[in-house]
C-alpha cells in the first residue's frame, strides 16, 4: 500500500480494510478480521450499524448543511437528546475531541477572566491525552504528541492520575486556578483507573466545588456507552460542570460536543465561539440515531456484561503468568508482565490470529470491541489472544 501524498503522521499498519459489518472488518478479498479496536473506540454500536446507516442515507439525500446561521432541526433534537443522557443544560457541537476539548478550555479561560485572574492555570493530569491542537496538546502528557510545538505548559499544572492529596496541595500552591481537567479512565496512557475507581471523580469535584474550579470531564473515549453507562462520570455521584466527547458520539461520523451545566452553564454567548461544520444537519442526525441506539436496545448493559467476561476468561485463561486487568465495560486492559516484549504484539495479533488489537502504555494491550459484541465473538476474542500470548508470556 503506498501512501506517498500523505504526510507521514502515523506509522500505518500494512493492512487496509474494504468493508466492514458489526465486530468484523474485512480486506478486499473478503478475509474476515475480528476488531476488537473499532476505530480506537469509535464505532461502539459495531461497523455499519444498519440504523445509523440508514439515518446517513436518508439525510444525505435530504439536506446535508446549512451553516449556523440558521436554525437546524436536528442539532436541536440531537442537542436535547445529549443533554438528557448527559444530565447537562447546553451543548456545543464540534467536529472531533480535540475541537471539543478546546472549547473545554476556552470555557475555562473565560470562566477565569470573568474572575479577573491574569494568570488562569487548568489542573491536568500524568499520562493524559486530550488532543492534538495546541491548547489540547499541551494539556496532553505524552511527550511525543507534545515535542517541537512551544507548548503552553504554563496554562497547566501537571499532578499524578488518582493522587487526590497532589490536588489538595496545588491548591495551597496557586492562587491562580481556574479548572480541572480530567478523563474519568485514561485511555491513550494505557487504560488507567484510578484505585479508588469512579469514586476518584467525587472527590475531584469536591475539592473544585471547595474552590470554585470548574470541574471539567473529558469523555471522549470513554463516553457513548463505552464503560456501560452513558457516560462514565454516571458511575459515580459527580456530574462535571463542563464535559466533552467525541469518538462514539457519531459511530464513525466526525463529530465532537461540548456540554456545560451549572457554573459553566452562561459562559459562551453568540459570537464567542463557533464552526462552520459544528452539528451539521447530517452530523445531528447522526448523533440522534446513535442515541436511539444507545438508549433503546440494552447496549450498554450487553457491553457491561461482555468486557467483564472478557477480562475474567483472559485473568484466568493466562493467570500463570501474572497477567492483571482493568477498565470497565468495553473499555479493557489488559496488562502484562512489565517485561513483556510487546513491540510485535499488534502485528501478530494481526497476521496470525485475524484479531485487531492495539497496545498502550507499553505493556498494556487495549481492547475497545463494539459494546454489542455477542458472546461467540467474545469467546474468540479470549481463544486469538490466549493463543497469540501463550507462547510470548
Ligand atoms: C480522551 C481523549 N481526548 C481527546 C482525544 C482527541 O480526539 P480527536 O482525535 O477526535 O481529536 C482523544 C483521542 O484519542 C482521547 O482519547
Redesign the pocket.
Known amino acids: 500500500m503506498s501512501a506517498t501524498y500523505l504526510m507521514p503522521t502515523y506509522n500505518r499498519q500494512p493492512i487496509s480494510f474494504t468493508h466492514g459489518s458489526g465486530s468484523w472488518l474485512y480486506t478486499k478479498d473478503d478475509t474476515p478480521y475480528l476488531d476488537a479496536l473499532t476505530g480506537?473506540?469509535v464505532c461502539g454500536l459495531g461497523h455499519c450499524h444498519p440504523q445509523v446507516t440508514e439515518a446517513i442515507q436518508q439525510q444525505a439525500a435530504t439536506l446535508l448543511h446549512t451553516s449556523n446561521l440558521f436554525g437546524i432541526d436536528w442539532q436541536e433534537r440531537a442537542g436535547e437528546a445529549l443533554c438528557t443522557a448527559a444530565q447537562m443544560d447546553s451543548v456545543f457541537f464540534a467536529n472531533?475531541?480535540?475541537?471539543?476539548?478546546e472549547a473545554a478550555l476556552k470555557l475555562a479561560r473565560l470562566y477565569a477572566y470573568n474572575k479577573g485572574f491574569k494568570r488562569p492555570r487548568v489542573i491536568v493530569m500524568e499520562q493524559s491525552?486530550?488532543?492534538?491542537t495546541l491548547l489540547?496538546v499541551s494539556a496532553t502528557a505524552n511527550p511525543k504528541a507534545r515535542e517541537g510545538f512551544f507548548t503552553l505548559d504554563d496554562d497547566f499544572i501537571r499532578v499524578p492520575f488518582g493522587d487526590i492529596a497532589a490536588i489538595r496541595q496545588v491548591a495551597q500552591d496557586y492562587d491562580d486556578i481556574c479548572a480541572l481537567f480530567v478523563?474519568p479512565i485514561?485511555?491513550?496512557g494505557g487504560v488507567n483507573t484510578a484505585n479508588n475507581g469512579f469514586t476518584y471523580l467525587e472527590e475531584l469535584q469536591a475539592e473544585c466545588d471547595a474552590h470554585d474550579w470548574l470541574f471539567m470531564l473529558?469523555?471522549?473515549?470513554?463516553g457513548n456507552g463505552r464503560t456501560g453507562k452513558y457516560f462514565a462520570y454516571q458511575h459515580s455521584d459527580a456530574c462535571p460542570d463542563v464535559l466533552?466527547t467525541?469518538?462514539g458520539l457519531g459511530n464513525g461520523f466526525?463529530v465532537?460536543a461540548c456540554m456545560v451545566r451549572g457554573r459553566a452553564k452562561d459562559l459562551f454567548s453568540a459570537g464567542s465561539h463557533g464552526s462552520t461544520y459544528g452539528g451539521t444537519p447530517l452530523a445531528s442526525r447522526v448523533v440522534h440515531s446513535v442515541y436511539d441506539v444507545l438508549t433503546n436496545s440494552g447496549i450498554m448493559e450487553n457491553a457491561v456484561r461482555e468486557g467483564q467476561f472478557i477480562r475474567d476468561s483472559l485473568v484466568s485463561e493466562l493467570q500463570q503468568y501474572g497477567v492483571s486487568s482493568r477498565g470497565a465495560g468495553t473499555m479493557i486492559g489488559i496488562v502484562l508482565p512489565e517485561t513483556t516484549d510487546c513491540s510485535a504484539l499488534v502485528d501478530k495479533a494481526r497476521d496470525e490470529q485475524k484479531l485487531i488489537i492495539n497496545v498502550t502504555g507499553s505493556h498494556v494491550i487495549r481492547l475497545l470491541p463494539p459494546l454489542n459484541i455477542r458472546r461467540e465473538e467474545s469467546i474468540q476474542v479470549v481463544e486469538r489472544l490466549v493463543d497469540l500470548l501463550n507462547p510470548l508470556l
Do not use: L, M, W, Y
Open positions: 480506537i473506540a472531533s475531541g480535540a475541537e471539543a476539548n491525552f486530550h488532543g492534538r489540547s478523563e485514561q485511555g491513550e473529558d469523555e471522549v473515549q470513554t466533552t467525541a469518538k466526525p465532537g
